[in-house]
């Protein structure tokens, strides 16, 4: 890849960051009526609605760097999958309870990091929006952590299936510390973090939590995933089908 | 204009907005969440009003939006400019006094960080948390070990 432009860089960055929350929202969302009891059916959709609120604020700032018509509708409902750029661990699916708690709690303390090092950007706007963003990701951890313990130190099937979710997600992790040449030029100036920078801090927050939870670190192993340039895994298609599909059948309703 | 009529026209406003309530909590105004950061109606031309959201994602901001410019609308100032506040960024130590006694009056446990939470109830002390998300995204819900009635209890931000 080419070096990207620093205004090319800086409205890329910001969508990755709305893409992977909008993805995450909607999963949790495909929770809502189906969680295993009302108070995480509750909890769930708490936390998809967060998330859905950050990527509203960061489309809404990708929209004004664009300075194009595209609206934040236009970037949630109109591009097609290739045109994505979440994180390919927001776009999981859903495959129990386990993958849903494991896939937040490892998506949780990487945004603490994230957040914390954007809230210092010279970026203005992404300093007050990671700000605003900082306390709720801190209390997403307290949810995802909690139930990390609770099913990994719980019962022998609650722990063999927080245990393959695990070693079906932790493939995905290496993703969010993978530095493109998007975050090299951001990084020089001061914007967004050097995404290998926050690799050691997640680690020292997920481990305890690991070793709480009575689950293994699995090993580190080759990533074959780019979702934030655009390469997704078979998983993210479908969801896009169903969240856009109202909105492409149905141009510029309203209700 | 003068200093002093753009003091009493922002005055009028702030009462105004005093009588709009959150639709999700409708025994708190809108002034009393905190989350009316300023109003300034310097010269010719509508009021400009910024509001901050509780959290990024509260489904209520669109509809205080439209409640507040309603408001306004009906007192004849039909031409307010409503902005968004994301800095500093909200908090519930926002939560004006009057707004704690709503709150417990209400039956939801007002935020207080580091002391014990209190049944909105019977005053006890004795109770537990049952999810860390309860009926709005800024409250929690706790059940009372001593009236065992369940209640939601404003998150600490």
């Known amino acids: ?3 990207p432009t620093l205004a090319a860089a800086r409205t890329a960055c910001v969508l990755r960051l709305a893409d992977t929350n909008l993805v995450l929202a909607q999963r949790l969302g495909e929770w809502i009526g189906h969680a295993p009891a009302l108070e995480e059916d509750l909890g769930l959709a708490n936390l998809a609605l967060d998330h859905l609120g950050q990527a509203r604020l960061f489309y809404g700032y990708a929209a004004e760097l664009e300075g194009g018509n ?9 591009r097609d999958e290739s045109a994505f750029v979440n994180l390919a661990l927001a776009e999981q699916p859903n495959t129990d309870f386990a993958f849903a708690i494991v896939r937040q709690l490892l998506i949780d303390a990487y945004q603490l990091e994230l957040y914390a090092a954007l809230e210092r950007s010279s970026d203005e706007r992404l300093a007050q929006i990671a700000a605003k963003a900082l306390p709720e990701v801190r209390y997403h951890l307290r949810y995802s952590s909690g139930w990390a313990v609770r099913l990994g130190d719980g019962t022998p099937e609650s722990q063999r299936r927080m245990q393959v979710a695990l070693e079906a997600l932790w493939r995905f992790t290496p993703e969010l510390f993978a530095c ?9 100036q001061s914007i967004a973090p050097d995404p290998a920078a926050l690799e050691s801090r997640w680690s020292a927050s997920i481990d305890p939590i690991l070793a709480r939870a009575t689950l293994q670190r699995p090993a580190d192993a080759s990533y074959p995933w780019y979702g934030k340039c655009g390469v997704h895994t078979e998983h993210l298609g479908p969801l896009l089908a169903q969240m856009q599909h109202l909105h492409r059948a149905h141009p510029g309703a309203r209700w | 204009m003068t200093v002093a009529a753009d003091a009493s026209r922002e005055a009028e406003i702030w009462r105004l907005l005093a009588e709009v309530h959150d639709p999700e909590l409708p025994v708190v105004s809108v002034v009393d969440l905190g989350i009316i950061r300023h109003v300034r109606w310097p010269g010719p031309g509508g009021p400009s009003i910024g509001i901050t959201p509780t959290y990024c994602g509260c489904p209520a901001t669109e509809a205080i939006r439209a409640a507040v410019q309603s408001k306004l609308a009906a007192a004849g100032i039909r031409d307010a400019r409503i902005e968004t506040v994301l800095s500093p960024p909200w908090s519930s130590a926002w939560l004006t006094p009057a707004a704690h006694r709503a709150l417990k009056a209400h039956g939801i446990a007002p935020p207080q960080p580091g002391a014990a939470v ?7 002390d004795a109770t537990e948390l049952v999810s860390e998300f309860g009926a709005t995204p800024c409250q929690a819900h706790y059940r009372c070990t001593a009236c065992l009635e369940p209640f939601d209890r404003f998150k600490c931000t």
């Open chain 1, 1 to 3: 890849m080419s070096t």
């Open chain 1, 70 to 78: 595209r609206s934040e509708d236009d970037f949630a409902f109109l």
């Open chain 1, 180 to 188: 493109d040449a998007i975050e090299q030029v951001l990084a020089a």
């Open chain 2, 118 to 124: 209190r049944c909105p109830r019977c005053d006890s």
